[in-house]
């Protein structure tokens, strides 16, 4: 229902945008969230918006340098990441749910569907 794309390799201090397309009807009602995880490390939140597009949530470690947003339009959700390091290599995962509140946007326990996560690369 879900899928990731957009992910690659990328020098430090440069950027990228990944997406995530939804399949179905219902979109707007979802609320979408940004995870990540880095070899040896636990799936750790980055980014969420609401619906409606109007409030948006991130991690303290990319606040300033990503921004999510989406096109209901087009049933995707965007990741625009800037000033990437190699702190950032990760697969990024998106996430769909249609319960959550303000605070559990920042939980992947309340996300009811994942994508198969695309692969990002902070290197030289």
């Known amino acids: 229902q879900l899928q990731a794309s957009g992910g690659g390799l990328v020098q430090p201090g440069g950027s990228l945008r990944i997406s995530c397309g939804f399949a179905?009807?219902?979109?707007?009602?979802?609320?979408m969230g940004w995870f990540r995880q880095a070899p040896g490390k636990e799936r750790e939140f980055v980014a969420a918006?609401?619906?409606?597009?109007?409030?948006?949530y991130y991690a303290d470690s990319v606040k300033g340098r990503f921004a999510i947003s989406r096109d209901n339009a087009k049933n995707t959700v965007y990741l625009q990441m800037r000033s990437l390091n190699s702190e950032d290599t990760a697969v990024y995962y998106c996430?769909?749910?249609?319960?959550?509140?303000?605070?559990?946007?920042?939980?992947?326990?309340?996300?009811?569907?994942w994508g198969q996560g695309t692969q990002v690369t902070v290197s030289s």
């Open positions: 996430a769909a749910g249609n319960r959550l509140i303000v605070t559990t946007m920042r939980s992947a326990s309340a996300y009811d569907y």
């Open positions: 179905g009807q219902t979109f707007r009602s979802y609320s």
């Open positions: 918006i609401k619906g409606n597009g109007g409030s948006t």
